[in-house]
């Protein structure tokens, strides 16, 4: 199985009210959508994780680990793994934290890779993240999504700190 190391930058904004339609009619292209379960594992630094994807009927499962350099730059590395694996590394989790259940919906928009994380302990609100290619990089967002802050550089609004507390404030 290959392993990929990615140079990861980001920016996030917590969202309200986001209607489904209006994605899939300013998205340039397909619009990818996958039912998220993501489960944190004991680690003494930095970040592990597994998650199984579910995009069209079809399973996938990995294993990640990130390592923070900047606010806004990580190093990710991460890897197919099989189910086995996945069920292998489930009796690593971290027993303090949740697992996260959450639908994301990937698109382009303004030539910007967009996710939009519905989680399922919240009907109201999401998280947008938004790749870049570097960290200078302006974003434009959809005009219809109603922005309440950007989430970038606040620890609440990590996926780590969402499954300790499965809630999404103001």
Known sequence: MPNSKNLEIERKFLVRGVKLKEVYDCAEGEVMVSEIEQTYLIAEEGERRVRKRVTNGTEEYFYTEKRKITELKRVETERKITQEEYHLYLTQADPELQTI????????????????????????????EVELPEEGTAVELPDF???IKEVTHDKNYKNHALAKKQILVQ
């Open 101 to 128: 259940r959450k639908t994301r919906y990937t698109f382009r928009y303004a030539d910007q890779t967009i996710e939009l994380d519905v989680f399922s302990f919240s009907k109201h609100l999401a998280i947008v």
């Open 145 to 147: 999504m109603a922005i």
